[in-house]
């Protein structure tokens, strides 16, 4: 019977159809602000980012302990060969007089609170850098954002670029091949001449390289751009944007104010300075006497029955006071230390300023640059067209040369890559400058 249902089974297995792969036929359909927040959401830089958050928050609750009281409990059991006994001294007392000297069979339990009243003032300090370090954190994140943004953007726009140049490639190998048919059949009824003829197949034959290189180009982008979004390298990624641009009225100083404002490059420097000048205060704070206060509590008895009661109790209660008068140039070397590296920062922060100036004249200037190449090839294109079908209609009335033709189709494919160049070049400025100012749509403050 069993053999016979597991016979019918496989039948059944077998005689079923199987399943779609729903893996092949599913596609990644993005546009770049999807892309984008994938990015953000797979890239691990990021999340590294975010636990240093969670670490800066708890520095600030660490740097927060240290001004509240500290409580320690503690209970401990000591047997002794022999004591001294001074309870027949005194019977009569307040206090079990064997508690100030011991038990044989040793039972204590005590808490104790300590509170530190001044440290030089080195526990405000660190309460503030602690606060300056989550401010850091982030703008680390915000910066890591920035960075990850910048780099889909890059692969996107580059991506959208070498599709283009796939389809200009194409298109170029579609006209050389029609007009090498259009030829040979000029060929064939005597009307075209053998060069023309091996001429036009030669043009196949130099465009079609052009094509496999773009087709490659285009993978490679795609995979690396897969890679950084966190997508299967077999899934096939549709890019939803097209290629173009929308025109950014150039402002070049108020870009660079803002950038000043909103760079998290700047930001941090800026924070790395004021954490510098509270370093150089908590280096000083070792030059400065410590007050700390204590406060003990202890029962003590040999019967743990019998210890909770006022015979077997104790407490203490203090104040100290501490300074260090020498201590071999050491707090000297850290104060010198932390002045330097203030010293360091400031100019680090000059620097970044200096740079982000720089910066937002580059990207004004390669904004012009594209928009510019722009608009000459776009105007040129139109007229690479008409000189393209001028020269076809030439050489089918038996006045132009074939060089014409394949002269002109090569003008118009490269006029075509230099639009889509220029383009992607715009867009590449406009994102160079949307990293440098510190903000874009897809970026928030945390």
Not at 41 to 52: A, C, L, P, S, T
Not at 85 to 111: C, E, H, W
Request: glycine residues 6%; proline residues 2%; contains cysteine.
């Amino acid at each position: 019977m069993n053999k016979l249902f597991l016979i019918i089974l496989c039948a059944a297995y077998l005689l079923v159809p199987a399943a779609p792969d729903v893996c092949a036929s599913f596609e990644y359909a993005l546009s770049l602000g999807d892309a984008v927040e994938l990015a953000f959401k797979n890239n691990k830089d990021i999340r590294i980012r975010e636990q240093e958050i969670g670490v800066a928050r708890a520095n600030i609750l660490g740097s927060q302990s240290a001004f509240l009281p500290k409580l320690d409990v503690g209970a401990n059991y000591t047997y002794n060969d022999s004591v001294l006994t001074l309870t027949s001294l005194a019977p009569a007392g307040r206090k079990d007089p064997q508690m100030f000297i011991g038990y044989k069979s040793d039972n204590k339990v005590n808490a104790q609170v300590t509170e530190t009243f001044y440290n030089g003032g080195a526990n405000i300090t660190g309460l503030k850098q602690a606060r300056l370090g989550l401010k850091i954190a982030s703008e680390s994140l915000r910066a890591e954002k920035l960075s990850v943004e910048f780099e889909t953007k890059r692969l996107y726009y580059g991506l959208l670029l070498a599709r283009e140049n796939v389809r200009i490639a194409r298109d170029l190998v579609g006209q050389a091949e029609a007009h090498y048919a259009d030829v040979k059949n000029k060929y064939n009824q005597g009307t075209s001449s053998r060069f023309d003829l091996l001429q036009s197949k030669v043009q196949v034959a130099k465009v079609f390289p052009e094509l496999i290189k773009a087709r490659n180009q285009a993978s490679l982008i795609e995979a690396d751009l897969k890679k950084l979004l966190g997508i299967d390298q077999e899934t096939p990624l549709a890019a939803t944007d097209k290629l173009g641009y929308t025109p950014v009225v150039i402002r070049e100083s108020e870009f660079l104010t803002r950038a000043y404002a909103e760079r998290p490059e700047i930001i941090l420097k800026t924070l790395g300075v004021d954490v510098s000048k509270l370093s150089i205060r908590l280096a000083e704070a070792d030059y400065l006497p410590s007050i700390d206060g204590n406060f003990g509590y202890t029962y003590r008895s040999d019967d743990m029955g019998n210890m909770i009661n006022p015979r077997h109790e104790t407490w203490n209660i203090g104040v100290a006071a501490r300074m260090t008068v020498f201590d071999g140039f050491s707090t000297t070397a850290k104060v010198n230390e932390a002045k330097a590296r203030y010293g360091r920062s400031v100019l680090e922060k000059g620097n970044i300023v200096d740079q982000t100036a720089v910066d937002i004249r580059r990207g004004c200037l390669d904004l012009e640059k594209a928009l510019a190449v722009i608009h000459s090839q776009r105007s040129s294109i139109v007229e690479a067209k008409e000189a393209l079908k001028i020269a076809e209609i030439s050489y089918d009335n038996g006045e132009g040369t074939n060089l014409d033709i394949l002269d002109a189709q090569i003008s118009l494919s490269q006029l075509e890559r230099n639009l889509a160049e220029a383009i992607y070049d715009y867009c590449m400025a406009k994102a160079f400058l949307d990293r440098t100012i510190g903000g874009s749509q897809w970026i928030n403050r945390n």
